[in-house]
């Protein structure tokens, strides 16, 4: 991992502790994995975010090589995407994965116990229709492609 690729880790994850009074703050790290090539990412939801590019806590994406995973913002592409939620507590997040030189199988892992307890939150493999409860299971995998669109959708479930 390279020297800039560390320093933005580092802003990412020095953000998230600054910041992370809000209520209902959560953040969830995202790794997207094909053989050794790997590319963190961090998705989450705060109050005083907003749902385009605000300068505080997204994160550009840089080019890679093998492997590249990002959320699509504003015609920008990012490897951090903080969001508030929607009035009806629902927030989507559109996430993209290039493979031009990966082979066999690309997965999608994530920390399961870290999202919302409140929160419903699925993972939409736009090619296949294929959703995953994230809260359930920490990992989601398919077969090589070139390119593969996602979204991450959350719903606020109510008080428990």
Same mark, same amino acid.
């Given at each position: 991992?390279?020297?800039?690729?560390?320093?933005?880790?580092?802003?990412?994850?020095?953000?998230?502790?600054?910041?992370?009074?809000?209520?209902?703050?959560?953040?969830?790290?995202l790794n997207v994995t094909s053989g050794t090539a790997r590319v963190k990412l961090g998705f989450g939801q705060k109050d005083?975010?907003?749902?385009?590019?605000? %300068?505080?806590?997204?994160?550009?994406?840089?080019? %890679?090589?093998?492997?590249?995973?990002?959320?699509?913002? @504003?015609?920008?592409?990012?490897?951090?995407?903080?969001r508030p939620a929607n009035a009806d507590g629902s927030t989507t997040w559109d996430l993209t994965v290039l493979a031009p030189?990966?082979? %066999?199988?690309?997965?999608?892992?994530?920390?399961?116990?870290?999202?919302?307890?409140?929160?419903?939150?699925?993972?939409?493999?736009?090619?296949?229709?294929?959703?995953?409860?994230?809260?359930?299971? @920490?990992?989601?995998?398919?077969?090589?492609?070139?390119?593969?669109?996602?979204?991450?959708?959350?719903?606020?479930?109510? @008080?428990?």
């Amino acid at each position: 991992m390279g020297k800039v690729e560390l320093l933005i880790l580092g802003l990412m994850f020095a953000a998230t502790t600054c910041c992370a009074h809000a209520a209902q703050a959560w953040e969830t790290p995202l790794n997207v994995t094909s053989g050794t090539a790997r590319v963190k990412l961090g998705f989450g939801q705060k109050d005083n975010a907003t749902p385009g590019v605000d %300068g505080r806590y997204e994160v550009p994406s840089l080019p %890679g090589r093998d492997l590249q995973a990002f959320f699509l913002i @504003d015609n920008g592409t990012y490897w951090r995407d903080i969001r508030p939620a929607n009035a009806d507590g629902s927030t989507t997040w559109d996430l993209t994965v290039l493979a031009p030189a990966a082979t %066999g199988r690309i997965t999608l892992s994530w920390d399961a116990d870290s999202l919302p307890a409140e929160t419903s939150v699925q993972l939409v493999d736009v090619e296949s229709n294929r959703t995953t409860n994230m809260k359930s299971q @920490d990992r989601y995998s398919f077969d090589y492609a070139p390119s593969r669109k996602f979204q991450i959708r959350t719903r606020h479930q109510g @008080d428990k």
